[in-house]
Nanobody, 123 residues
Framework: QVQLVESGGGLVQAGDSLRLSCAAS????????MGWFRQAPGKERVFVAAIRWSGGTTWIADSVKGRFTISRDNAMNTVYLEISSLKPEDTAIYYC????????????????WGQGTQVTVSS
């Protein structure tokens, strides 16, 4: 069983930056593609970004391209999501997941999920 723990969310103001973290419990994460999804109030969970753990290949949703950056630290078994120029519409619960591989924007590809971290952006 693999456990994922997100952290770094909180209440921020529009225009601020934030870095979310997702710590994985097992070293075998080198075999997984890691992704971030978000779910806004009353809406479905949608893809935000993903990174191939071993190769560093990244995918970013068009809606957040230019503001969101995904990275990883293999030594720390952690994946990061950096968000800049936060907007009120970025308010959501952000979830980290582990997938076997592409397509990275499909939730059913993900085998494990974290509990989520709340990001609230005030205007």
């Amino acid at each position: 069983q693999v456990q994922l723990v997100e952290s770094g969310g909180g209440l921020v103001q529009a225009g601020d930056s934030l870095r979310l973290s997702c710590a994985a419990s097992r070293r075998t994460f080198t075999t997984y593609t890691m992704g971030w999804f978000r779910q806004a109030p009353g809406k479905e969970r949608v893809f935000v970004a993903a990174i191939r753990w071993s190769g560093g290949t990244t995918w970013i949703a068009d809606s957040v391209k230019g503001r969101f950056t995904i990275s990883r630290d293999n030594a720390m078994n952690t994946v990061y999501l950096e968000i800049s120029s936060l907007k009120p519409e970025d308010t959501a619960i952000y979830y980290c997941g582990a997938a076997r591989g592409p397509p990275v924007d499909v939730q059913s590809q993900y085998l494990y999920w974290g509990q989520g971290t709340q990001v609230t952006v005030s205007s």
